[in-house]
T-cell receptor
Framework: NAGVTQTPKFRILKIGQSMTLQCTQD?????MYWYRQDPGMGLKLIYY???????DKGEVPNGYNVSRSTTEDFPLRLELAAPSQTSVYFC???????????????FGDGTRLSIL | AQKVTQAQTEISVVEKEDVTLDCVYE???????LFWYKQPPSGELVFLIR??????QNEISGRYSWNFQKSTSSFNFTITASQVVDSAVYFC?????????????FGKGTMLLVSP
């Protein structure tokens, strides 16, 4: 049972570099999400997707981009890394059938990103 | 806008003590869902429980119990006879029945430290 898989687990970037955080799920969930977790601040939603080809902004989308070309994959792109983007990033997915809004989200193990 | 408040930033107890983690929420929706997640030191997020707004029945699962009170907009979590393995950050989260998909609003989390 792979569930939600995120790569890499750790990464250090220099200011101005770009990178893509990978996320894939094998549960056939249409709904996928990206969060960032800063110390003492809980999780904040960056972007979400309700299906292939459909994405929308969450609470803190600035500095990030996403795409959703397949049901399984939902990569998060940082174009010009800034120190403020140092955080732990979590990808999640959830069931998309009837009653979807009451279904728990399943999280990956996170990507710890440091920008220096 | 929806909001989740976990006023307790950190709680320290000695093993076998009972401990209650508080969660207060705000929402304009009449239909919503509440969740608790556990984040152990290893960093992953583990789903614990879901509660629907129209079901105020309390729930017990082993040493864990949850008290949902709509009158006070609270969804508190009690651990009975705490153990060292309960040490973690616990997040309360709220989802509104919005377009059928589940976007979670998280509280900032309560760090529970259980010492032997």
């Amino acid at each position: 049972n792979a569930g939600v898989t995120q790569t890499p687990k750790f990464r250090i970037l220099k200011i101005g570099q770009s990178m893509t955080l990978q996320c894939t799920q094998d549960m056939n969930h249409n709904y996928m999400y990206w969060y960032r977790q800063d110390p003492g601040m809980g999780l904040k939603l960056i972007y979400y997707s309700v299906g292939a080809g459909i994405t929308d902004k969450g609470e803190v989308p600035n500095g990030y981009n996403v795409s959703r070309s397949t049901t399984e994959d939902f990569p998060l792109r940082l174009e010009l890394a800034a120190p403020s983007q140092t955080s732990v990033y979590f990808c999640a997915s959830s069931y998309s059938g009837q009653g979807a809004s009451n279904q728990p989200q399943h999280f990956g193990d996170g990507t710890r990103l440091s920008i220096l | 806008a929806q909001k989740v408040t976990q006023a307790q930033t950190e709680i320290s107890v000695v093993e076998k003590e009972d401990v209650t983690l508080d969660c207060v929420y705000e929402t304009r929706d009449t239909t919503y869902y509440l969740f608790w997640y556990k984040q152990p030191p290893s960093g992953e997020l583990v789903f614990l429980i879901r509660r629907n707004s129209f079901d105020e029945q309390n729930e017990i699962s082993g040493r864990y119990s949850w008290n949902f009170q709509k009158s006070t907009s609270s969804f508190n979590f009690t651990i009975t006879a705490s153990q060292v393995v309960d040490s973690a950050v616990y997040f309360c989260a709220l989802s509104e029945a919005n377009s059928g998909y589940s976007t979670l609003t998280f509280g900032k989390g309560t760090m529970l430290l259980v010492s032997p």
